[in-house]
């Protein structure tokens, strides 16, 4: 195992996941004396706050939020971020794998909507913005037996975060089909607690549903369906669960396409669809605490039409 020296502890680095990714590596491993499995993460391109939001995301001490154990810049300038390893499956592996995500019950993914929604609260309140809210990175725990613990979903990845209110220079990356307008038209200005909402309701859909409530394999097409249209309601969505997913994921409609629009025409409707939704995660969460239910009943008639 290769070292690393950090401010608060040297770290015992194991297998490296995946590939280099998009700003780096990560790799698992664990404090020296072997106490705590970590994952450590490096940073190769940051903005200039980077850093300090790492060390905010530090100070936050919340079940739902993989905590942050140190952060460091290295010599070659990456920035070195060690958070506790999550044992469990995230959400995105979960719905690709079909002979698991087939036995789930929908509710099981609004209990972790839930609990995301309880650590961007806390987030949010630090005035960070995730960014990056996505199935991929929300990771579900197992419990002393190995069953998957929606109610305690955590949040992980915050390599994309960015200071709320905006305050300098940020990377302008994007999850395409979990982005909302915003981000997609690249006003990172506008960026705000509601857009982290969007990606979640667009997230939710998705898990719940079977499918995104926009797809398309060109890239151009797809952007224009998040841009123009609205959640449409699948025949089967409960009623307050739809109610829920289509204020978080409000946008208002442009009277033409963007690029026939000045910027300011550009910016005020994007404003107007944030004014829209959700602006805070506490009041999606009050909402999402009132659905029982995912699908509304059907009749054996109606279920062999679908």
């Known amino acids: 195992m290769n070292k690393v020296c950090g401010h608060k502890g040297i770290y015992l680095l194991g297998e490296k996941q995946g590939g280099k990714g998009k700003f780096g590596g990560i790799w698992t491993g664990k404090t020296e004396d072997g ?3 970590v994952s450590v993460k490096c940073i ?111 949040l992980i990845d915050f390599e994309q975060c960015s200071d709320y209110p905006y305050t300098g220079d940020i990377r302008t990356s994007f999850a395409l089909i979990f982005s909302p307008p915003e981000m997609l038209l690249k006003r990172n200005k506008l960026v705000c607690p509601a857009s982290d909402l969007f990606a979640l309701s667009i997230s939710l859909f998705q898990l719940i549903m079977g499918k995104a409530p926009y797809s398309d394999c060109n890239p151009e097409i797809l952007v224009n369906l998040q841009l123009t249209y609205p959640m449409k309601q699948p025949s089967r969505m409960d009623d307050k669960l739809y109610a829920v997913l289509s204020k978080a994921a409000y946008k208002e409609p442009f009277r033409l396409p963007p690029r026939r629009l000045s910027p300011e025409e550009i910016e005020q409707t994007l404003a107007k669809g944030i004014e829209g939704r959700y602006q805070t995660a506490k009041e999606m969460l009050d909402d999402l605490e009132k659905v029982e239910k995912t699908f509304k009943p059907i009749s054996w008639l109606r279920k062999i039409m679908e």
């Open 35 to 37: 106490q705590r499995k």
């Open 44 to 154: 190769e391109k940051y903005s200039p706050s980077m850093p300090s939001l790492m060390q905010r995301l530090s100070e936050i001490k919340h079940p739902n939020v993989a905590p942050v154990i140190d952060t460091w810049t290295a010599e070659d300038g990456c920035l070195y971020v060690v958070r506790e390893y999550v044992e469990g499956t995230d959400l995105k592996t979960i719905f690709t794998t079909k002979d698991i995500y087939r036995k789930i019950d929908e509710m099981r993914f609004v209990e972790a909507g839930r609990a995301v929604l309880r650590a961007l609260s806390v987030v949010h309140e630090a005035g960070i913005i995730h960014r990056d809210v996505k199935p991929a990175n929300i990771v579900i725990p197992n419990d002393e037996n190995g069953q998957m613990e929606f109610e305690k979903a955590v």
